[in-house]
């Protein structure tokens, strides 16, 4: 049974950091599109960056550049989000996502990450910043 699940989620005030894990099992992504996406309260869901585990392409949201980043292990089961500076609007839940077809790469449209690739979803995370 693959299964991903999002682990280091927290509340934080403004300027803090957190590291967010998601620990893949079931499954080895080690040539696919994985990632994390966020929904605030009220919001659709948006992407904040993705990784092509292959090569370690990625692709941070406008929002987050600068302040989060990405990695793997070298097993490419664990994928991390390590999110500094944090802003209040950074608050809500934080899914690692994953797209099972090999090779397909991370889409990406106008700036916008894409979600449509990805079939296996984690239960998501909480995170939450205090001005």
């Known amino acids: 049974q693959v299964q991903l699940v999002e682990s280091g989620g927290g509340s934080v005030q403004a300027g803090g950091s957190l590291r967010l894990s998601c620990a893949a099992s079931g499954y080895t992504y080690d040539r696919n599109c994985m990632g994390w996406f966020r929904q605030a309260p009220g919001k659709e869901r948006e992407g904040v960056a993705v990784?092509?585990?292959?090569?370690?392409?990625?692709y941070y949201a406008d929002s987050v550049k600068g302040r989060f980043t990405m990695s793997q292990d070298a097993a490419k089961t664990t994928l991390y989000l390590q999110m500094n500076s944090l802003k209040p609007e950074d608050t809500g839940t934080y899914y690692c996502?994953?797209?099972?077809?090999?090779?397909?790469?991370?889409?990406?449209?106008?700036?916008?990450?894409?979600?449509?690739?990805?079939?296996?979803w984690g239960q998501g995370t909480q995170v939450t910043v205090s001005s």
């Open positions: 996502a994953a797209d099972r077809v090999l090779y397909r790469g991370c889409a990406v449209d106008r700036g916008r990450i894409r979600d449509e690739n990805f079939m296996d």
């Open positions: 990784i092509y585990t292959g090569g370690d392409a990625d």
